[in-house]
Each structure stands twice: as C-alpha cells, then as structure tokens.
C-alpha cells in the first residue's frame, strides 16, 4: 500500500446497466443495453486507479470494453479538480486501442454544480495518426433538498473522431436506498446522419458498495 496505512485508501466499486451505452452522443451498443462495472482505488494523497468496462457492439470479433485509468484529484474550497490518463482497451480487437489525456474542473455553487471537461488524445496509429480534441460542459441542479438533480452536458469534438462534431444531454437523476437513477435525452449532430448517433432516451440504474 505504498507505505500508507489502511485508513489512508479508499476503495468503491460500481455496477451500472443503461438501455444504450453513449458515448459523446454515439452508441458504442448498437442501441442495445450494456452492463457497466468500474472499481476505483484512492489514496488521501490525491492519487487514483481503476477501471471502466462495458459491453459494445461487435469490435472485430469482440464485444468488451475495458478502460483502464490513473489519475490525480483533489479539491479547494467549493473547485475541484482532476487530471488523468485512460487506455481505451478492447480485447481481441487490438486496432481500436488508444489513449486519451483529460482534465476536468468543477465548482459547487448550491444548488448547483458546473464544470469543463477537456480531452485530448495525441496521434497514434489506431485512431489514423492524427490527434482528437474534445471539450464539455456540465451542470447539475439539485431539486430543494431532495435527491433528485436536473444534469446536462454538451460537448464539441474534432480530429480523429469527429469534424466540429456536437452532442449534448439532459435529463434527471436521483439517489435512490443506494442505486443512482437516471433518465437522460442524448442527440450529437455532424456525424453525417449516421443510425448510431440519432437522438435517444438513456435509462441508466447503478447500485454503488
């Protein structure tokens, strides 16, 4: 444990189902429902790991995403702030693999919470070495002092996935005996009217230990 004590490491995992896996306004499901776990391990110190996964639609023979990831968070005053690396690994179908550099900022002004997401992934070869650019916005409402929140997002994307690409969400959430609900409307627009990107109705569940 890196010379820390047990108190000075946290660990939670999540297990979530949502009627279409989106991913930045496309489905990576084919519109079908995916299983979605994630195990998380942080230290006092800021310092994470963990990992993402999901079930997509056939990738060459594969249908499993697993995202690895390590990064550091921390937080002053009502901002937080948090820098990472993800590998986006997809077993058996090594050609979609690539990694992605982020950085996220937020600020808690109840009741509301607002922020900016900024990812990069440098050139490599699997995404046809060039690079991708993709910047969001977020926002959550919590309704009075209910745990129900109003929650939307909207991104821009452009390089190797995407030409000044659009996507944004809105919907409701709410915490529920230990499960997190969630109903969003998702749409993306300049993907040239392809079927995987038109709007939808995300019903997500996850129960969090």
Do not use: C
Not at 9 to 31: M, N
Not at 64 to 89: H, K, Q, V
Not at 184 to 189: G, I, L, R, S, T
Request: net charge negative; no cysteine; hydrophobic share 40%.
């Amino acid at each position: 444990q890196g010379g820390g004590t047990p108190d000075s490491w946290t660990i939670d995992a999540t297990v979530g189902v949502v009627s279409d896996y989106r991913f930045r306004g496309y489905s990576l499901s084919d519109h079908k429902p995916a299983v979605q776990p994630e195990l998380w391990i942080a230290h006092e110190s800021g310092l994470y790991a963990g990992f993402w996964g999901s079930n997509v639609s056939d990738l060459g023979g594969d249908g499993i995403e697993f995202d690895p990831s390590i990064g550091f968070a921390t937080s002053s005053g009502s901002s937080a702030f948090d820098i990472s690396a993800t590998y986006y690994f997809y077993p058996g179908a090594s050609e979609f693999n690539y990694v992605e550099l982020s950085s996220k900022i937020s600020r808690e002004t109840r009741p509301a919470t607002v922020g900016i997401e900024l990812g990069y992934a440098p050139a490599q070869d699997n995404i046809g070495g060039v690079d991708n650019r993709y910047a969001s916005a977020f926002a959550s409402v919590a309704i009075g002092s209910t745990q129900v929140s109003l929650d939307g997002t909207f991104g821009v994307e452009d390089g190797a996935f995407g030409d000044s690409k659009i996507d944004w969400s809105f919907g409701v959430s709410a915490d529920l005996a230990g499960f997190n609900l969630g109903l969003h409307y998702v749409d993306a627009a300049r993907l040239g009217g392809r079927p995987l990107a038109e709007p939808t109705m995300v019903a997500a569940i996850a129960y969090s230990f």
